[in-house]
């Protein structure tokens, strides 16, 4: 865990804050910064410059994506969703999926192990 990553874990407890703000993006690149890592679960953020994409995978766990801003795509089991800033889906266990940013796109991952 870097200084910084510690520091932002160390300081959200009980502060009100826009996640968006907790990542930035990088050019051609996907960015991740995890806020929650637990055995139950972990929250992660991510920022995708336009076009990047995460290629189709499976999760032994399910997973809410909260999409922060922007817009993606998310393929789940070969149906492909467009979602905006403020929405969100649930991708169950072990359905294959991928994301592909429409532009740059920030989004929360929230990981349920149990």
């Known amino acids: 865990m870097t200084d910084d990553l510690k520091q932002i874990g160390d300081d959200l407890p009980g502060r009100v ?15 991740s910064r995890t806020l929650i ?16 994409e995460l290629s189709e995978h499976t999760a032994p766990f399910d997973a809410l994506v909260m999409i922060l801003d922007g817009q993606v795509e998310i393929t789940i089991s070969g149906n492909p969703s467009k ?5 969100m889906v649930i991708m169950p266990a072990d359905e294959p999926h991928a994301l592909r940013a429409l532009g740059r796109m920030k989004m929360m991952l929230v990981m349920v192990r149990s």
């Open 83 to 87: 979602l905006a800033a403020g929405q």
């Open 17 to 31: 804050v826009d996640p968006a703000a907790l990542i930035e993006y990088q050019d051609a690149a996907v960015v």
């Open 37 to 52: 890592k637990k055995p139950t679960g972990t929250v992660t953020l991510f920022a995708f410059d336009d076009g990047q």
